[in-house]
T-cell receptor
Framework: GAGVSQSPRYKVAKRGQDVALRCDPI?????LFWYQQALGQGPEFLTY????????KSGLPSDRFFAERPEGSVSTLKIQRTQQEDSAVYLC?????????????????FGPGTRLLVL | GQQLNQSPQSMFIQEGEDVSMNCTSS?????WLWYKQDPGEGPVLLIA?????ELTSNGRLTAQFGITRKDSFLNISASIPSDVGIYFC??????????FGDGTTLTVKP
């Protein structure tokens, strides 16, 4: 079946521009995660949704970053007034399971990412 | 925050050789995960480890969850060219959030 898809795959933005990155999770998946992956590093957690509820946004680096999942399926990560340090790959992952205490056995399925370059 | 130290940073090996990489942390995790990431793609899960001391295999891959719950290793036996890529370890807490290492880049020479 279809996996996690992300669009656009590549985005070039001028500094100060707003961008919106889209994630289409696997159909029916409850949990959705956003990660930021800088060049040469591992993914870093940004935020987590359970259905439409944003339960954890502790990883968002500043108030310029905003994520939403209004109907509990597609999610959008918006970055306002982009800066050069925002250049990275933004990965989305989904899981059919809710996160809860002790429920850490459940794997996440990653999309291919959106590569953002801010000039 | 929690940090994972993954080593080595890169490896260059001949086809057919065995590979070993590891991850250590100052924090305890209750799940360890090993992923492979190909260029332009997201990470793909290779092996998940759920109990301290657990040893799990997936084909030519073997991984272990350290007894202290602060470390894990991944071995690849008889490497082949398609093993090329970046391997990431990740630790999960009870809350389920994953903390990733910075990866081991593997190059396999035919």
């Amino acid at each position: 079946g279809a996996g996690v898809s992300q669009s656009p795959r590549y985005k070039v933005a001028k500094r100060g521009q707003d961008v919106a990155l889209r994630c289409d999770p696997i159909s029916g998946h409850v949990s959705l995660f956003w990660y930021q992956q800088a060049l040469g590093q591992g993914p870093e957690f940004l935020t987590y949704f359970q259905n439409e509820a944003q339960l954890d946004k502790s990883g968002l680096p500043s108030d310029r970053f905003f994520a939403e999942r209004p109907e509990g399926s597609v999610s959008t990560l918006k970055i306002q007034r982009t800066q050069q340090e925002d250049s990275a790959v933004y990965l989305c992952a989904s899981s059919p399971y809710r996160l809860a205490g002790g429920v850490s056995k459940k794997t996440q399925y990653f999309g291919p990412g959106t590569r953002l370059l801010v000039l | 925050g929690q940090q994972l130290n993954q080593s080595p940073q890169s490896m260059f090996i001949q086809e057919g050789e065995d590979v070993s990489m590891n991850c250590t942390s100052s924090s305890i995790f209750n799940t360890w995960l090993w992923y492979k990431q190909d260029p332009g793609e997201g990470p793909v899960l290779l092996i998940a480890l759920y109990k301290a001391g657990e040893l799990t295999s997936n084909g030519r891959l073997t991984a272990q969850f350290g007894i202290t719950r602060k470390d894990s290793f991944l071995n690849i036996s008889a490497s082949i060219p398609s093993d090329v890529g970046i391997y990431f370890c990740a630790g999960n807490t009870n809350a389920g959030k994953s903390t990733f290492g910075d990866g081991t880049t593997l190059t396999v020479k035919p």
